[in-house]
């Protein structure tokens, strides 16, 4: 289950070959500036790697995924691929540089010396950067089909600037005309004996400079690789900035639905529907009136969808106790386990004294509450839509949406528990 995502070509009736997996995460992240390997940075509570692999995973007809991570990060990796429920995959000990981390992956398939079992070889393997995150399913399929064609294959996108050439002195040499030249990205694919051949006759020189998989294959087995124009998506994280773009994609892909689950209760399927009508123009809404007591099985066909965003909008003094059935639904269902889901507890207030209405007590339950569910991945913020003659419902109902979409898209962990009004 995943949030929606920009996606090419859906729905590819081509035929894949068996395809495994090489992504080299070994590097350091020296430009990126952190003590912590880019790889393992959160990104959105996540380390980033995890993000990639679980792009990959996701994607049936890959059988194996082998993750290669410097032999001081080899029980971190472990831990992730356990915490985030990782399957397929083999961490292997990496090398001093990027060549020799993917020669030493593609070794788990070859040689028995690299890991406690010889993996079954695959008729094509792709490499790609696990510092990439945003690699859908229709570029892997064109890549490999192209690979499984052609001996080599990767994605390309143009130039964003001109490629000069400087001189000794630091003055201009020449440039490069720049229509004729493009960015070699990843994903990349190669028949595995094709690529594998060529890592075993390269030099010194090219395992330690070399930047391009596509020219081994060239140099030494004389193979052109198809080039196919791949997405702005497949950058990979480079320096800090990528970090937050990174963070800002997820968090806009995970804002593109929204569930509104309302009481049975008349005013709050009003304000359920008054609430549909003022957010659809911006987010997908799916509305569920339903009466939250136990055993309803309805609940449990609730998140089906990719949804990682909910309301409960009720009208009851303490609905605690179906917010915490909410909650274990939720829980059960296994979605917060790659990504962090948003319930909105929306609470309504008619009367003139909002103090009156929702004292303190309240206020320090909800916050306890949503400490609590934290834990589960569950990050809880309450809503009061407070209404009466002077200020109509509409009027209220216009404010809270705009609030729940600032809640949806900034995903701030230290609202969590907060009571905004509306
Ligand atoms: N010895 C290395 C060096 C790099 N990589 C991996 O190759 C990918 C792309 O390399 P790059 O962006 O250059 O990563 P770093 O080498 O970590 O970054 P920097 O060059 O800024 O130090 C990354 O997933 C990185 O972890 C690797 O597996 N083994
Ligand atoms: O762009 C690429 C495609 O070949 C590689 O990801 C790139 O060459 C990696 O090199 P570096 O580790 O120096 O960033």
């Known amino acids: 289950m ?4 920009g996606s090419r070509h859906a729905g590819s009736a081509a035929r894949p070959p068996a395809a495994a997996a090489v992504l080299p995460a070994g590097g350091s992240g020296e430009r990126l500036g952190s003590a912590t390997p880019k790889q393992f940075c959160a990104v959105h509570g996540r380390p980033l790697v995890s993000y990639a692999v679980r792009a990959i995973e996701r994607i049936s007809w890959i059988s194996d995924i082998i993750v290669v991570v410097s032999p001081e990060n080899i029980e971190t990796m472990k831990t992730i691929i356990q915490k985030y429920g990782h399957k397929r995959v083999t961490v292997v000990k990496g090398g001093i540089t990027r060549h020799r981390s993917i020669f030493n992956g593609l070794k788990v398939f070859a040689e028995n010396e690299f890991s406690k079992y010889l993996l079954q070889k695959p008729e094509v393997v792709v490499i790609h950067d696990a510092v990439r995150p945003f690699v859908e399913e229709d570029i892997l399929l064109e890549v490999v089909m192209a690979a499984k064609e052609h001996g080599a294959a990767g994605a390309i996108r143009s130039l964003v600037s001109t490629v000069i050439a400087s001189s000794a002195d630091g003055f201009l040499d020449h440039s490069l005309e720049r229509a004729r030249y493009r960015a070699s990205e990843m994903p990349q694919a190669f028949l595995f004996d094709i690529i ?8 010194d020189y090219d395992l330690d400079y070399g930047t391009e998989c596509l020219h081994l294959a060239l140099k030494y087995c004389k193979i ?35 569930c509104v689950i309302t009481d049975v209760k008349e005013d709050a399927v009003q304000v359920g529907l008054l609430l549909h009508e003022s957010l659809k123009s911006q987010i997908k809404v799916e509305a569920i009136s339903i009466s939250l007591c136990k055993n309803d099985s309805h609940l449990q066909n609730m998140f089906s969808g990719r949804c990682y965003n909910f309301i409960y909008i009720h009208d009851k003094q303490s609905a605690f106790q179906e917010t915490q059935l909410l909650v274990d639904v939720l829980e059960k269902s296994n979605i917060t386990l790659l990504y962090p889901v948003i319930l909105i507890l929306v609470h309504l207030n008619s009367s003139e004294n909002i103090s009156f209405s929702f004292g303190m007590e309240k206020l320090t339950r909800i916050k306890k509450f949503a400490r609590e569910v934290k834990e589960k991945n569950i990050w809880v913020y309450g809503l009061l839509i407070h209404y009466k003659d002077h200020l109509p419902l509409q009027e209220a109902v216009n404010s809270a949406a705009a609030l729940i979409m600032a809640l949806i ?13 509306a």
């Open 2 to 5: 995943e949030p929606a995502s």
């Open 196 to 203: 594998y051949q060529a890592y075993q006759q390269c030099t």
């Open 224 to 258: 052109k690789a198809k080039l196919i124009e791949g997405t702005a998506d497949l950058w990979k994280v480079t320096y800090k900035r990528d970090l937050y773009a990174a963070e800002s994609i997820i968090k806009d892909n995970l804002s593109q639905q929204i």
């Open 409 to 421: 898209k900034d995903r701030n962990p230290e609202l969590i528990g907060q009571l905004l009004v």
